[in-house]
């Protein structure tokens, strides 16, 4: 069973302005979490455009799709992040199998592009953070970019 949070722009409808800007003030809100959720894409969103211009050649390399080498290198960071990150820690549950697998394209991007492992380890750690609402362990978060990097 995933964990993930899942949360449309519907589940705001209806809400007048108080009540809209209470929930995105209150931590324990979906409509907080989403506006997290938005921002840490907004933020992966900015760095790729950063690293692209650094290295325009690699810019549209995502956009046509997955080469064989790169389905390989995305299995491979499934693999450490199920084995080695596993920050619900629910890698000895087969049915959570697919729990950390909508972050292995951003975290394949960033290293299509050449970001450095403090990128991708502050990726991971604002997912532990900010969208799963853990304590985040960056020490670990480091170790686990520097095997995603020695790919």
């Known amino acids: 069973m995933s964990r993930s949070i ?21 931590s324990d809100s979906e409509l907080h979490q989403w506006a997290t959720k938005k ?26 799709s997955l080469k064989a080498e790169n389905l390989i290198v995305w299995k491979q960071i499934d693999e450490i992040l199920w084995n080695d990150w596993d920050p619900f820690g ?14 292995i394209d951003d975290v394949l991007e960033f290293k299509i592009n050449v970001a450095d492992k403090e990128d991708v380890a502050n990726y991971l750690f604002d997912i532990e953070t900010r969208r799963m609402g853990l304590v985040g362990n960056k020490s670990h978060c480091i170790a686990v970019a520097e095997k995603i990097k020695n790919l």
């Open 6 to 26: 899942h949360v449309t722009i519907k589940n705001f409808r209806g809400l007048n302005r108080k009540q809209f800007n209470e929930q995105l003030n209150d």
């Open 90 to 103: 629910v890698n000895a549950e087969a049915s959570a199998r697919d729990e950390y697998q909508s972050y």
């Open 39 to 64: 921002g840490i894409k907004e933020d992966v969103r900015e760095l790729r455009n950063e690293k692209s211009e650094k290295h325009p050649d690699l810019t549209n390399q995502f956009t046509t």
